[in-house]
T-cell receptor, first 114, second 112 residues
């Protein structure tokens, strides 16, 4: 079991550009959540995808959008990048049903906006 | 929305000492409280969790206590070891939700 995987590992972009981050969930999981973790902070919830639809969204602007594919993998897109978007972006997967509420995190993508 | 406060932000102890990290939450509907450990440059990983129908849970050297009336919960690590050095995050979730609200983290440093 490969667990949750994310790509790329690191990314450097310029202000105003657009970026796409990718995530593959843990085997058997069909729900994917995205988090932004600024330096020295806890992960902040961006949105969650289930059955290819955005199920819930945190307090992030529309510049942040996502997608989930039939194989449950997911993408996070950020448009019109700002310096403040520099952070570690974590993907987490979880099963839609079951007794465990654990979030299984991926290793993250470190985004630097210059 | 839910607000989770975590203290202290940094905790420095000697190897073998105990460490305690405290969190408070605001949403009375929260009933699941996980703790995640994040080592430098690595992903957060669940180390222990507790549900609101339980007051205390223990797993070897770590334990978590929950006071639902006061809306606070704590992580206790006994006989700390250098490999316990990491950032620890508390979180709270509503029942049926896979969306935790995280605290800001505690950087635990265990000196050999």
């Amino acid at each position: 079991d490969a667990g949750v995987t994310q790509s790329p590992t690191h990314l450097i972009k310029t202000r105003g550009q657009q970026v796409t981050l990718r995530c593959s969930p843990k085997s058997g999981h069909d729900t994917v959540s995205w988090y932004q973790q600024a330096l020295g902070q806890g992960p902040q919830f961006i949105f969650q995808y289930y059955e290819e639809e955005e199920r819930q969204r945190g307090n992030f602007p529309d510049r942040f959008s996502g997608h989930q594919f039939p194989n449950y993998s997911s993408e996070l897109n950020v448009n019109a990048l700002l310096l403040g978007d520099s952070a570690l972006y974590l993907c987490a997967s979880s099963p839609a049903r079951g007794s465990s509420y654990e979030q299984y995190f991926g290793p993250g993508t470190r985004l630097t906006v210059t | 929305g839910e607000n989770v406060e975590q203290h202290p932000s940094t905790l420095s102890v000697q190897e073998g000492d105990s460490a305690v990290i405290k969190c408070t939450y605001s949403d009375s509907a929260s009933n699941y409280f996980p703790w995640y450990k994040q080592e430098l440059g690595k992903r957060p990983q669940l180390i222990i969790d507790i549900r609101s129908n339980v007051g205390e849970k223990k797993d070897q050297r770590i334990a978590v206590t929950l006071n639902k009336t006061a809306k606070h919960f704590s992580l206790h690590i006994t006989e700390t070891q250098p490999e316990d050095s990491a950032v620890y995050f508390c979180a709270s979730q509503r029942g049926g939700s896979y969306i935790p609200t995280f605290g800001r983290g505690t950087s635990l440093i265990v000196h050999p």
